[in-house]
């Protein structure tokens, strides 16, 4: 039977979500890519199992991760049924609806209805009574914000969930939705949001100043840019690379030679810092609020150890900014 290392917490860093007395580690594991059906299960629980050894408490899903959508939650349902249940209150599980999820008019987006039966699918397939983070996935240009916002009020108030979040938000709407729940007494707590090195949407659509004020913290996905900002494709493409084997979310067309000019700058200056790419890029997210935590992805239980070293060095010189925004 599974028991957790011992010094677990002994060097693992945790940071306050926004002003809520919520605490994410720096380093999130998500489980969007590998955890579906067509993932190997020894290696998912060995995933698992690695992080949290490393002091990993958080794990991100959502009911549409897979493929197929609801695999992941029903994969890491076993892996906490059969390992980490003991563990469950030193754990934050979060997941998410507001994607297409099943067929007809109430599978989708942001009404009432789609987030409370999404939900209740989510706690089923992962075994439980209620997860820590429920996150609207996406913005419902159709549905009355009010009434998303008062569904996740209802759905706190149900014991179902702790917090909520929202997810690919801009500066402007999340404001508008953050009024809304404070006014309801909502413990709104964090954003998710794609930012990395190649993608600031976050900056210049308003999200990340608005979550410094309004005192919400930033969950960040898609940090090393599909894999685009690790050493994977400096001497072409592997075979069992994302580009090769899915496709879905990283194309050929993405390697021009203009990206991998950059990417080798960012390597050259990521050695000289003395880290991989791969964690000069996730320290670049974690160097400064209001972000709390980067989500990472991994196909193997070392790649999580080598990206939880990004802890280690947040701090960059201007001149290293310099290069790093020259290069993005």
Not at 247 to 265: D, N, V
Not at 288 to 314: F, H, M, W, Y
Request: charged share 25%; with cysteine; net charge neutral.
């Amino acid at each position: 039977m599974y028991q957790a290392n011992e010094s677990r917490y002994d060097r693992a860093v945790y940071r306050r979500c926004g002003r809520s007395g919520l605490k994410l580690p720096a380093v999130s594991l998500g489980l969007w890519h590998n955890f579906g059906s067509t993932g190997v299960y020894e290696n998912m629980r060995a995933m698992c199992l690695t992080a949290f050894d490393a002091g990993i408490t958080h794990f991100d899903l959502a009911n549409n991760y897979g493929p197929e959508p609801g695999s992941a939650e029903i994969n890491f349902g076993r892996i906490l049924r059969e390992d980490l249940m003991p563990y469950r209150d030193e754990i934050l599980i979060s997941t998410k609806a507001g994607y297409d999820m099943w067929p007809g008019p109430y599978g989708n987006f942001g009404s009432r209805k789609y987030l409370m039966a999404s939900l209740d699918q989510s706690l089923r397939r992962m075994g439980l009574d209620y997860v820590d983070i429920f996150y609207h996935h996406r913005p419902d240009p159709d549905t009355p914000l009010e009434e998303t916002m008062l569904a996740l009020r209802d759905i706190v108030l149900s014991g179902k969930a702790l917090y909520v979040g929202l997810s690919n938000y801009d500066g402007e709407r999340m404001t508008a939705a953050s009024r809304i729940l404070d006014a309801l007494h909502v413990p709104f707590v964090i954003n998710q949001n794609r930012y990395s090195i190649f993608d600031r949407t976050v900056e210049k659509n308003g999200l990340k100043d608005a979550a410094a004020r309004e005192g919400k913290g930033i969950i960040t996905f898609s940090p090393l840019a599909q894999g685009l900002l690790t050493d994977r494709y400096l001497k072409g493409i592997p075979e069992d690379s994302r580009i090769r084997t899915d496709g879905r979310f990283l194309k050929e067309s993405a390697l021009t030679e203009e990206r991998l000019a950059q990417i080798r700058a960012l390597a050259d200056l990521a050695a000289q810092r003395g880290q991989s790419l791969a964690q000069m890029a996730l320290s670049w997210v974690l160097k400064d609020a209001p972000v709390t935590s980067v989500l990472i992805g991994a196909s193997r239980p070392s790649q999580i150890l080598e990206n939880l070293k990004c802890t280690e060095k947040t701090d960059f010189t201007a001149e290293e900014l310099a290069i790093i925004d020259r290069n993005s």
